[in-house]
T-cell receptor, first 113, second 113 residues
């Protein structure tokens, strides 16, 4: 069974440019998460979806970050415009729902110059 | 790949020895805990979990101990191998079935051959 798939794996952009990350969760997983991981830190939740509904986006910086999961499957996370401090790894995870294990993708590493 | 271990607590053990990684969690209402392993350049990988109604759970070469009195979690790895070298994160579920996983800062385990 395929795991969580993310793309691109690596992205280098100049500040003020836009960037988008894509995530395909494990088939049948209703819950999808985007996490931010800074170097040397644990993942921090940005947003959680239950199907197509964002049920927790309290940690998402809404002035520049946006996310969508239109059909309740794939999701995109966008940053516009990117700032130097956005350089990090953006992790997508999915789960069947409820309390339990999250399955993570390999992450998208963003470098903002 | 780039290390995610900068500024992290580090545990160095000899191959074949047992490893103990500790974690203090913050919320006394947390009902579920997970240990994740993260190798350089990869996403976190599930190791073992435990619910708050238990104080010990064993897997293959790994044991998790939960002490709710002092809000402490530990991961024991028996006969540590070079392939165990990674950063280990504990995570707590806050908010029940609608809650989110909150990750700790991580510990870097280095195994000397």
């Amino acid at each position: 069974e395929a795991g969580v798939v993310q793309s691109p794996r690596y992205k280098i952009i100049e500040k003020k440019q836009p960037v988008a990350f894509w995530c395909n969760p494990i088939s049948g997983h209703n819950t999808l998460y985007w996490y931010l991981q800074n170097l040397g830190q644990g993942p921090e939740l940005l947003i959680r979806y239950e199907n197509e509904e964002a049920v927790d986006d309290s940690q998402l910086p809404k002035d520049r970050f946006s996310a969508e999961r239109l059909k309740g499957v794939d999701s995109t996370l966008k940053i516009q415009p990117a700032e130097l401090g956005d350089s990090a790894v953006y992790l997508c995870a999915s789960s069947p729902g409820g309390t339990g294990e999250l399955f993570f993708g390999e992450g998208s590493r963003l470098t903002v110059l | 790949g780039e290390s995610v271990g900068l500024h992290l607590p580090t545990l160095s053990v000899q191959e074949g020895d047992n490893s103990i990684i500790n974690c203090a969690y913050s919320n006394s209402a947390s009902d579920y805990f997970i240990w994740y392993k993260q190798e350089s350049g990869k996403g976190p990988q599930f190791i073992i979990d435990i619910r708050s109604n238990m104080d010990k759970r064993q897997g293959q070469r790994v044991t998790v101990l939960l002490n709710k009195t002092v809000k402490h979690l530990s991961l024991q790895i028996a006969a540590t191998q070079p392939g165990d070298s990674a950063v280990y994160f504990c995570a707590e579920n806050v908010g029940g079935s609608q809650g989110n996983l909150i990750f700790g800062k991580g510990t870097k385990l280095s195994v000397k051959p």
